[in-house]
């Protein structure tokens, strides 16, 4: 498919676990973004990656958090010892670097945890 | 820090125009975006507007921008039922590429 997709869709876990979430962007977009959306809530910015680097991780809540992009393409979102608190739906997006930074986003991972 | 604020819900009678609103706080924002999400659905951008620009009207969209204020504004001309979602108003951060998000204004389209 040509947009971005996101796996699991759904992630149930448990307190204290350690959860991996993933995202496929748009082939050929090198910037790619992490948000986090509680209910009522707008997006949370977490961390951008500009190609294989973090360019901005300043919205990662705490060291629990941590975000990959090892080839400049699929990144994933690690969170350890996973806390109530962390339940929300996990966005990504993605964009080139040209033009107006429009965003691609996808359907996001809702994590809950018990 | 940077923030973005909206009214939380919107309801209009079929055919009304809707218009919705929003403000910021950081002045060095150069791209100004509105964003429709649906239920079940991903965030879908609707329109954007560069900083230098004071109205950009797109089909039945019209994005009004007072930079004095830091008023933002997103008018539907002939809103239809399938207009009804949330908007988000979402600002990038200065010249950094994240968005500042608003908490998203629930429009309602009453037939």
């Known amino acids: 498919g040509a947009g971005v997709s996101q796996t699991p869709s759904n992630k149930v876990t448990e307190k204290g676990k350690y959860v991996e979430l993933r995202c496929d962007p748009i082939?050929?977009?090198?910037?790619l973004y992490w948000y986090r959306q509680s209910l009522g809530q707008g997006p949370e910015f977490l961390i951008y990656?500009?190609?294989?680097?973090?360019?901005?991780d300043s919205g990662l809540p705490n060291d629990r958090f941590f975000a990959v992009r090892p080839e400049g393409s699929v990144s994933t979102l690690k969170i350890q010892r996973t806390e109530r608190g962390d339940s929300a739906v996990y966005l990504c997006?993605?964009?080139?670097?040209?033009?107006?930074?429009?965003?691609?986003f996808g359907p996001g991972t809702r994590l809950t945890v018990l | 820090g940077e923030d973005v604020e909206q009214s939380l819900f919107l309801s209009v009678r079929e055919g009304d125009s809707s218009v919705i609103n929003c403000t910021y706080t950081d002045s060095s924002s150069t791209y100004l975006y509105w964003y429709k999400q649906e239920p079940g659905a991903g965030l879908q951008l609707l329109t954007y507007?560069?900083?230098n620009m004071d109205m950009k009207q797109d089909q039945r969209l019209t994005v009004l921008l007072n930079k004095k204020d830091k008023h933002l504004s997103l008018r539907i001309a002939d809103t239809q039922t399938g207009d009804s979602a949330i908007y988000f108003c979402a600002v990038n951060a200065g010249n950094n590429r994240k968005l500042i998000w608003g908490l998203g204004t629930s429009l309602a389209v009453n037939p």
């Open positions: 990656f500009q190609g294989t680097g973090a360019a901005d």
């Open positions: 082939s050929g977009h090198t910037a």
């Open positions: 997006a993605s964009s080139s670097l040209a033009g107006v930074n429009e965003q691609f």
């Open positions: 507007i560069f900083s």
